[in-house]
């Protein structure tokens, strides 16, 4: 008899869990108590909670330098602190995101203003003087709630008041100065992947309110946007470098301002894509020379060796700096995504080569190559990853390779012809050109 109460228990809580019911709440959140605030923080508590009541929960920023549900921030330069808490209600079967702005009246913490907003979550937050008026405007990225949709919202809080003065929907958004007149801007990436129309647009703050400087059309095809980098050209000038997944590979747009119009000059109009710095592996812009110019990765064909049993076909990646025009290598590599590493092509063997990929064994071969006559010559180095067992326990012993480096498992070797050392390629000079990737 108890084994049937017992079976029959878990049957109908089994049958609660599995039905479409509101049994429970739509956000199980809602139903746990807020956190009380301890320390300095215990009086902003009470006004949360004298203005909020018991019902409420704690809300994070996803992202950002600011993660925590209460913020505090002196916005307006006088040495007090002011306090941004984020916290959603449920009601009427919505949650309903609250911002509550908390400052110090005398000697006694008070809420000034609440503004709510139906969202289910903060994706990121950030204080900035947009008008130069010496107060910080603060700019809040909220998650649309039940979507993957995102508003971005900016809030004036002169005079005790919080005032909403934007509020535009967006996927990634960057507080900038691309005009260069010491006052920031706001640039918004916007993809709309279902319609292929994705864009960027340049917002600023002034006396009569939030307008759009102006906008530009960004590659169409692509479905997954990186956050922009703020940066500069080769020439100096500030520029957002854009990192896009798209369905054959990735590619970078670069975002600059001229003479009040924002340009995007490695899109192409016709096509209505970015085909110049098109790559099939995703390797992201970065500085790869240390000279505090961005690079982009670019890929270049480079000719195949093939041979009876195998036809791999290899790119070499070209790291190429940009200022408006072209496209600037400064270095080029060799990358094995496979197994982890890169190597650095000497500059006079840029053009003249042909590469051998064996991934199943490991093989990366460098052979010189007469692009006139389409001639494979001879072998300059031949590279292959081999595992750390295998070398050290001498297998390879006649192979007559050489160790660049290893991690925990396995071991990067090469084997530098009489032709390359010829052209002054050493051991060490290819240690110096070898790098592995996490």
Known sequence: MIRKIICLGLVFLLGIMLCGCDFFAADPA?????????????????????????????????????????????????????????????????TTMNLNYIGLKGSDWQSFAIQKIVAGSVDMLDFYDLDNDGIKELIVGWQIYGTSEMQLAVYNLENETLTQRMLERYTHF??????????????????????????????????????????????????????????????????????EIKGVGAVTEVLYLEKGKLLNPLYSADTKETLLTLRSASFSTTDINGDNILEIPVQKDVPSVTRS???????????????????????????????????????????????????????????????????????????KTVKLSDWESGKLKNEKLSEI???????????????????????????????LYE
Not at 191 to 214: M, P, Q, R, W, Y
Not at 325 to 354: H, R
Not at 416 to 430: P, W
């Open 30 to 94: 809602e139903l746990l108590t807020p956190p009380a605030l301890s320390g300095e923080l215990n009086p902003i508590s009470d006004v949360i909670r004298q203005t909020a009541g018991d019902s409420y929960v704690f809300k994070y920023p996803s992202r950002g330098n600011y993660r925590s549900a209460v913020i505090r921030e002196d916005i307006n330069g006088d040495g007090l602190l002011e306090a941004f808490a984020f916290y959603s209600t449920y009601e009427n079967e919505n």
């Open 174 to 243: 960057l507080v900038c100065d691309l005009n260069e007149d010491s006052k920031r801007e706001i640039l918004i990436i916007n993809a709309n992947t279902a319609e292929s129309k994705n864009s960027a647009s340049l917002f600023e703050l002034n006396n009569d309110g939030v307008t759009e400087i102006s906008s530009c059309e960004l590659d169409s095809a692509s479905k997954t946007f990186s956050e922009p980098i703020l940066s500069n050209l080769s020439n100096g000038k500030p520029a957002v470098y854009i990192d």
């Open 309 to 383: 049993d195998l036809n791999e076909k290899l790119y070499l990646t070209q790291w190429c700096s940009f200022g408006g025009e072209n496209l600037i290598c400064q270095q080029t590599d060799m990358i094995n995504v496979v197994d982890g590493f890169a190597y650095t092509i000497p500059i006079k063997w840029t053009d003249s080569i042909a590469v051998l990929k064996d991934t199943d064994k490991g093989i990366r071969e460098i052979y010189r190559y007469d692009n006139e006559e389409a001639v494979v010559g001879e072998s300059l180095i031949y590279f």
């Open 405 to 435: 480096m290893r991690n925990n498992s396995l071991v990067f070797t090469c084997r530098i012809s009489e032709a390359a050392k010829k052209d002054g390629i050493t051991l060490e000079t290819v240690k110096a050109a070898f790098k």
